[in-house]
């Protein structure tokens, strides 16, 4: 994989439509000075094993914005696929076919960002994108976080523990869950983006080992206590 000649094609492919509801334009809304996009865009250009980093918008605005910190727009994302009810999978096969047909780029690795997550680590991303480039049985990879919680969910009507075979006990000796976090980092081979997968069928993943609480920024409150973390609590993105 050092071949340059050989070497995988990494591209980052952050979806950033413009009709947020809960937070309208919250793309670009300012947090500690930047807009929300910014911090993502900074995160993927930070690593030197990704090799574009494209934002995926049907907005003009945001598309600007974009490009003002470094991202690609090679193309704007079609209305019918910025609508409320798209799904990131058809957003990242939109984007891997799109190059393929338009520029006769073949990405071999599609990086998963959400720009909602801002609270990743430097380590996260790049150990997701080493790992899957280093072990050519991996589907994917991507980060989760470890939870010690007990977790329910109705089935036909009635509640069914998961993970039931997992012991009541004290949190120290019990073996944990893993929540899937693909919105801090998530690497996949293009075949599987190709099939509207955002993940394969062998993955490893990365373990998120920060003690700050998870805030997936999609609301006023979410932005509020971002910007007290970032501003009055010295906790900084992409450290």
Not at 85 to 93: F, G, H, I, R, S
Not at 102 to 126: C, G, H, P, W
Not at 130 to 156: A, M
Request: aromatic share 6%.
């Amino acid at each position: 994989m050092t071949n340059e000649k050989n070497k995988l094609q990494v591209v980052a492919i952050i979806p950033a439509r413009g009709g947020s509801k809960g937070l309208p334009r919250k793309n670009i809304k300012l947090l500690a000075g930047k807009p929300l996009i910014a911090y993502t865009i900074e995160a993927a250009k930070q690593c030197a094993l990704i090799d574009r980093v494209i934002v995926s918008t049907d907005d003009q605005e945001i598309a600007q914005i974009a490009r003002n910190y470094g991202a690609e727009i090679p193309f704007i994302r079609p209305a019918e696929l910025a609508q409320d009810d798209t799904t990131t999978e058809a957003v990242l096969k939109h984007g891997v076919e799109w190059l393929e047909k338009n520029e006769q780029y073949k990405a071999d690795v599609v990086v998963f960002l959400q720009l909602t997550d801002i609270f990743r680590s430097r380590y996260m991303l790049q150990e997701t994108v080493q790992k899957i480039l280093s072990d050519p049985n991996l589907d994917s990879v991507f980060v989760v976080t470890k939870t010690h919680k007990n977790y329910w969910r109705r089935v036909d009507g009635k509640m069914v523990r998961l993970a039931p075979d997992l012991q009541y006990g004290p949190r120290q000796k019990r073996e944990p869950l893993y929540r899937e976090d693909t919105g801090l980092a998530c690497a996949t081979r293009s075949e599987f983006i190709k099939q509207g997968r955002r993940l394969g069928n062998n993955v490893e993943v990365v373990i998120n080992n920060e003690e700050l609480p998870f805030i997936d920024i999609h609301d006023e409150l979410d932005l509020w206590l971002s910007e007290k973390l970032i501003s009055e609590h010295g906790i900084k993105p992409n450290q």
